[in-house]
């Protein structure tokens, strides 16, 4: 009988969660960037092992909402909980536990599903942090079952994902197994655009970016073009995404096309625009047409 089930991948901002589920799923699905709030949407990465399908799903870090964005991030983040088999508590193991890690460590103890705990960045330890930080991570009393590893390197991953398919119940698969994700593909790609931007960018323009892809035109097999918008909200963040004589928009374009090309297998022709949108971010219609939910 085959397996399958859900495991919801809980933490503070930037502990590796996308890191985490990349490496798993065995290629890139979710974004990675050292800029909170960068995963917006509950990402579902899927993983076959045998007969075994593990669903991963990166969830937004949870953090305090501010606006209809972040309250919509929350709402996600608790809502696939309730649906979740088992769930991943990660913590960065260079900076400890902190009063975030235990306030989610109480949610996952009152959601009544197994749960494991992960120490993530262990690479960058040495002996004697690695069993401070794991020692801080028992005392949260959530689980016994405690992994360190190293997400970026791979090292423990597999350890874990045995640990995990252990915790699924027995049933069919919920995808077809050459899915890595669920994700439509324009929402991929203009997620790698977006990728490219925050590498790029600091201060306010990070938060206050969002890509939308308009157009995928693949009806030429050695040529796909892709036209986007990068929506801000303030005419100063589009000055700083443009640039001067408009070296930083073209900078992003050019490595965002390398993106695109991996994740493509193609050649691609991108057409990237910035658009000022005032207050995108406490937008509940377009919030719904980006597919934040």
Known sequence: MSRAGFVALAGRPNVGKSTLVNAIVGQ???IVSDKPQTTRRAIRGIAMRGDAQLVLVDL?????????????????????????????????????????DRF???????????????VNKIDRLDRARTVAALQQAAELDVSDQIFPLSAR???????????????????????????????????????LIREQILRRTFQEVPH???????????????????????????????????GAQGRMIKAIGTAARRELERQLGTRVHLDLAVRVRRGWRGDDGLLDRLGIE
């Not at 109480?106 to 494991?116: N, Q, S």
Request: no cysteine; net charge negative.
């Open 28 to 30: 890139k699905i979710a």
């Open 60 to 100: 937004p870090g949870v953090q305090r909402p501010r606006d209809a964005l972040t309250q919509r991030m929350q709402s996600r983040v608790e809502r696939e909980l309730v649906d979740a088999d088992a769930a991943l508590l990660l913590l960065n193991g260079e900076q400890g536990v902190g009063p975030g």
């Open 104 to 118: 989610i460590a109480g949610a996952l103890a009152r959601a009544a599903i197994p749960v494991a705990i992960v």
């Open 153 to 191: 390197k791979g090292t423990g991953v597999e350890r874990l994902v045995e640990h995990l398919i252990g915790l699924l119940p027995e049933g069919p698969h919920f995808f077809d197994v050459d899915d890595p994700s669920d994700q439509p593909q324009s929402v991929l790609l203009a997620e």
């Open 208 to 242: 206050a970016v969002e890509v939308h892809v308009e157009d995928v035109d693949d009806s030429r097999e050695d040529l796909t073009r892709v036209k986007a918008l990068a929506w801000v909200e303030a005419e100063s963040q589009k000055g700083i995404l443009i």
